[in-house]
T-cell receptor, first 112, second 114 residues
C-alpha cells in the first residue's frame, strides 16, 4: 500500500504571497492531520480533517486554513506569508478508530 | 496543560550502548503515548506506543517504560546501532481526539558512534 504523499516537496515563496500544499492519505484512511515543524517550536498540530469536516484545530492564526475532498485528499493554504512560516509542513493520515498516525515526507516551505 | 517535556535534547552513545530518552506530561487526560523516529529529510515514523494501563512495552530493541503516577515515560534502545542515529520524539494524545491530535515533545537528537 502506498504511503502518505505530499506535493510539492519543496517551495520557495516571498512574503505576502499565499501557498497551497497537498496531501494524499493512505488508501482507506479518512483522517488527515497537518503539523508544522520548525527548529524553534518543534512539531505543532495545525488541524485535522475527517470526512471533509475540520474536526480539530490547533493554535494557529486564521491565515492557516485547510480542506478535505471527498476522496480524503487534503490541502492546506497559508495566506499572506510571513518569514516565520518557513517550516516543514507534515501531513499524517490515520484509519478511523485507530491511534497510529502515518506521516508523509513533508513539504519544505521557505519564505523569503 | 498540553505540554510534553522531553530530555535530553541530544545524546551521544557508543554502539551497543542503551540510550534512554525521557518524557513528562501534565495532562492526565492523555491516554496514548507514541514514540516517533525521524531521519533527515523524512517524516516521523512510529516506533512504538503505549497506553497508561501498561507499565512496559517492548518491540524488538525498543522498550517504553511508563510511570502513570509520576506522569513520565521513557524510551530505551537496546544494543544501539549507528543506523539508530536520528531524532526521536515522544508524543501524547487525549481520548476524545485519540490519535488525531498529537502533542509532541521537543525531540532528542541521538548519535550512535561506531
Amino acid at each position: 500500500k502506498a504511503g502518505v504523499t505530499q506535493t510539492p516537496r519543496y517551495l520557495i515563496k516571498t512574503r505576502g504571497q499565499q501557498v497551497t500544499l497537498s496531501c494524499s492519505p493512505i488508501s482507506g484512511h479518512r483522517s488527515v492531520s497537518w503539523y508544522q515543524q520548525t527548529p524553534g517550536q518543534g512539531l505543532q498540530f495545525l488541524f485535522e480533517y475527517f470526512s471533509e469536516t475540520q474536526r480539530n484545530k490547533g493554535n494557529f492564526p486564521g491565515r492557516f486554513s485547510g480542506r478535505q475532498f471527498s476522496n480524503s485528499r487534503s490541502e492546506m493554504n497559508v495566506s499572506t506569508l510571513e518569514l516565520g512560516d518557513s517550516a516543514l509542513y507534515l501531513c499524517a493520515s490515520s484509519l478511523e478508530g485507530t491511534d497510529t498516525q502515518y506521516f508523509g515526507p513533508g513539504t519544505r516551505l521557505t519564505v523569503l | 496543560q498540553q505540554q510534553v517535556k522531553q530530555s535530553p535534547q541530544s545524546l551521544i552513545v557508543q554502539k551497543g550502548g542503551i540510550p534512554i530518552i525521557n518524557c513528562a506530561y501534565e495532562n492526565t487526560a492523555f491516554d496514548y503515548f507514541p514514540w516517533y523516529q525521524q531521519f533527515p529529510g523524512k517524516g516521523p515514523a512510529l516506533l512504538i506506543a503505549i497506553r497508561p494501563d501498561v507499565s512496559e512495552k517492548k518491540e524488538g530493541r525498543f522498550t517504553i517504560s511508563f510511570n502513570k503516577s509520576a506522569k513520565q515515560f521513557s524510551l530505551h534502545i537496546m544494543d544501539s546501532q549507528p543506523g539508530d542515529s536520528a531524532t526521536y520524539f515522544c508524543a501524547a494524545s487525549k481520548a476524545e481526539t485519540s490519535g488525531s491530535r498529537l502533542t509532541f515533545g521537543e525531540g532528542t537528537q541521538l548519535t550512535v558512534n561506531p
